[in-house]
């Protein structure tokens, strides 16, 4: 087992993105809930801070990216996207739990690629 250095940032959808999801054009989730969407979230490495406050600022500074994952992983067409993806609109539409502890499990190399651009 192994210390990564570096901290996480969990994203957990709250109510407003799941009524953008819902109010979505020929959207066909009626089962889609708030607990079903935070069951399963993205998880972000941020580098190692000594205050939570850094790690916000830090997640300020790649909102746009992270909102635009966000959306994207439910629907591709940007036309469906929510008007107002704000930093402000961010905040209100995620929580994000900051943990510094990141423990590797795993005997075998971690490899990574490019998220991509949106």
Known sequence: MYFVDRSVAVIKPKQPFLDWLNAVPGNDMVDLTLDSLRSDCTV??????????????????????????????WYDDEDLWPQD??????????????HS??????????????AGEL
């Open 44 to 73: 972000i490495l941020l580098p190692e801070f000594n205050e939570p406050e850094e790690a916000v600022a830090h997640i300020d500074e790649q909102y746009e990216q992270l909102f635009k994952i966000e959306v994207a992983s």
């Open 85 to 98: 993806m704000s930093l402000k609109a961010f905040w209100e539409w995620f929580d994000v739990e900051i």
């Open 101 to 114: 502890t990141v423990l590797d499990t795993v005997e075998g190399d971690i490899s990574n690629s490019p």
